[in-house]
């Protein structure tokens, strides 16, 4: 299956997530398919870039959101 979900970046203490469309059985840091956005909850104000495009587009074909990227969605 398919999922859309972060995968984190960056170094210690510094976190940088990636919004990326990914296999589910594949590791949170491993390969991914396709690289639909970004977040960083350190900067201040917050960043979040969502490819709203992309994103409708894997949910059409199947790709199901975590849920930590379906709050993050929401917030945009």
């Known amino acids: 299956m398919t999922v859309i979900r972060l995968t984190r970046m960056g170094r210690n203490k510094k976190p ?15 390969g ?10 350190v900067s201040d104000p ?3 870039k969502i490819d709203e495009e992309r994103y409708n ?15 993050l969605a929401a917030q945009k």
């Open 16 to 30: 940088f997530y990636r919004i990326v469309v990914t296999d589910s059985r594949k590791r949170r840091d491993s």
């Open 57 to 71: 587009y894997w949910l059409s074909v199947g790709a199901k959101p975590s849920e930590r990227v379906k709050k």
């Open 46 to 48: 917050k960043v979040l």
């Open 32 to 41: 991914w398919i396709e690289s639909i956005g970004y977040f960083n909850p």
